[in-house]
T-cell receptor, first 114, second 111 residues
Framework: DAGVIQSPRHEVTEMGQEVTLRCKPISGHDYLFWYRQTMMRGLELLIYFNNNVPIDDSGMPEDRFSAKMPNASFSTLKIQPSEPRDSAVYFC????????????FGQGTRLTVV | TQLLEQSPQFLSIQEGENLTVYCNSSSVFSSLQWYRQEPGEGPVLLVTVVTGGEVKKLKRLTFQFGDARKDSSLHITAAQPGDTGLYLCAGGRTGANNLFFGTGTRLTVIP
């Protein structure tokens, strides 16, 4: 397996624009997580899915953020409209099951909002 | 509220030195994982410990889970430049799949 795949690796956008981040989890993994990492706040959990169903979105900062998982092999995190304070590295991770919580991370998307 | 506090936050040492980083919490976890993250990459799992008092060794790295399962430590012997990176601990709870990540320790090993 190629691991968790995220795209794009880098995104630079202007304030107010819509941004869509994409993730392909490891095949067979039941859980998918979206994290945001900054120097100030570290690694923060935004939302996670189990079998494509959102389980906990309490970490989503505000209504400008939304996430979907239309099938087991694809998820998106959308920010609309984007703001400079959204600049961060966004990671997607997947885990096998509720009993195997070892997380496999993608390489991340570095988002810069100017 | 940060459930897992790591110390020190930053550590810069010379090649060949030993070091210990700590991961502390007031909460009990069913498992504790350690990850290393290199610049431009996602965190990569190093080890999982599940039993209070458990010690695991991975070459020059020694991981320990506290008896009460509230804390953990990572000891590196004879550090090498390749050990440079951000070390993250993460706690898991039975029946819940989400991990609680620590604040991180950024290690730099100077050749």
């Amino acid at each position: 397996d190629a691991g968790v795949i995220q795209s794009p690796r880098h995104e630079v956008t202007e304030m107010g624009q819509e941004v869509t981040l994409r993730c392909k989890p490891i095949s067979g993994h039941d859980y998918l997580f979206w994290y945001r990492q900054t120097m100030m706040r570290g690694l923060e959990l935004l939302i996670y899915f189990n079998n494509n169903v959102p389980i906990d979105d309490s970490g989503m900062p505000e209504d400008r953020f939304s996430a979907k998982m239309p099938n087991a092999s694809f998820s998106t995190l959308k920010i609309q409209p984007s703001e400079p304070r959204d600049s961060a590295v966004y990671f997607c991770a997947s885990t096998l099951s509720v009993w195997r919580t070892e997380a496999f991370f993608g390489q991340g998307t570095r988002l810069t909002v100017v | 509220t940060q459930l897992l506090e790591q110390s020190p936050q930053f550590l810069s040492i010379q090649e060949g030195e030993n070091l210990t980083v700590y991961c502390n919490s007031s909460s009990v976890f069913s498992s504790l994982q350690w990850y290393r993250q290199e610049p431009g990459e996602g965190p990569v799992l190093l080890v999982t410990v599940v039993t209070g008092g458990e010690v695991k060794k991975l070459k020059r790295l020694t991981f320990q889970f506290g008896d009460a399962r509230k804390d953990s430590s990572l000891h590196i012997t004879a550090a090498q430049p390749g050990d440079t990176g951000l070390y993250l601990c993460a706690g898991g709870r039975t029946g819940a799949n989400n991990l609680f990540f620590g604040t991180g320790t950024r290690l730099t090993v100077i050749p």
